[in-house]
């Protein structure tokens, strides 16, 4: 009973975590595309990124939960899992504006 509290507490934290990286990283992501919207240098690249690279996260995200939901691996463990896919896009996305927008 124990045992399964502290994972359930566990995952909460960890789930907590990656919804707030996500919501971080978003929130860049947004920030920077639009400041490059407005000063028209929004390269086309970055533009059919912003619509492609989404189906294919939530996707991915909607697999990995319907496998962790099959495995019986509880609620948090496929939110966990749904949330990995995004939040790996998104961070990879502010990393690479942050650079990018840094450079002269």
Do not use: C, I
Not at 34 to 46: D, I, K, N, S
Request: charged residues 20%; without cysteine; positive net charge.
């Amino acid at each position: 009973m124990l045992t399964h509290l502290f994972k359930t507490m566990d995952q909460n934290q960890r789930l907590m975590v990656k919804t707030w990286q996500l919501w971080f990283s978003a929130a860049t992501v947004v920030q920077l595309r639009v400041m490059q919207m407005a000063l028209g240098t929004l390269r086309p690249e970055e533009a059919a990124r912003m619509v492609f690279e989404k189906p294919a996260a939530f996707a991915s995200g909607a697999e990995r939960a319907m496998r962790a939901m099959a495995g019986g691996k509880g609620y948090q463990a496929a939110t966990l899992a749904a949330l990995a896919p995004v939040n790996r896009r998104a961070g990879s996305n502010a990393r690479r504006l942050t650079r990018s927008s840094r450079r002269p």
